[in-house]
């Protein structure tokens, strides 16, 4: 993977703060854990931050918390957290899927355009 985004750099330093965020993302999703998904994406993206363009210590912070925000995004039922919120909320898992995983799908993206914002204004 690493290989990958070093080839590819140039298109992914065009996603810019993004790439941090989806990548978490895709990783939250695919095996439900917050916590996997930051240290996993931290460091696949430790290496690589030169070279995404990602250097200043403001686009550093701005990267952790894009990771943060991509890591808390879509909560479903391979997530320890899904099962917390719709059993206290007192939910079937099918309403935890309309509530539970559409609004951590909103938060995550919300999340990632204030950040986003923030770093057109501390580059």
Do not use: C
Request: a neutral charge; proline letters at 3%.
């Amino acid at each position: 993977m690493v290989g990958f985004i070093t080839e590819n750099a140039t298109v992914l330093q065009a996603i810019g703060i993004f790439f941090p965020f989806i990548l978490a993302a895709i990783l939250k999703t695919a095996q439900g854990s917050s916590t996997v998904a930051i240290t996993t994406t931290a460091g696949i993206l430790a290496p690589l931050m030169g070279v995404l363009g990602l250097t200043s210590p403001v686009m550093a912070a701005l990267t952790v918390m894009a990771i943060g925000a991509g890591a808390m995004t879509v909560s479903h039922a391979n997530d320890s957290y899904f099962w917390v919120v719709t059993n206290f909320g007192e939910m079937e898992p099918q309403q935890g899927y309309k509530t539970q995983t559409m609004l951590t799908l909103v938060l995550g993206i919300a999340s990632m355009a204030q950040i986003f914002l923030l770093s057109l204004i501390f580059r």
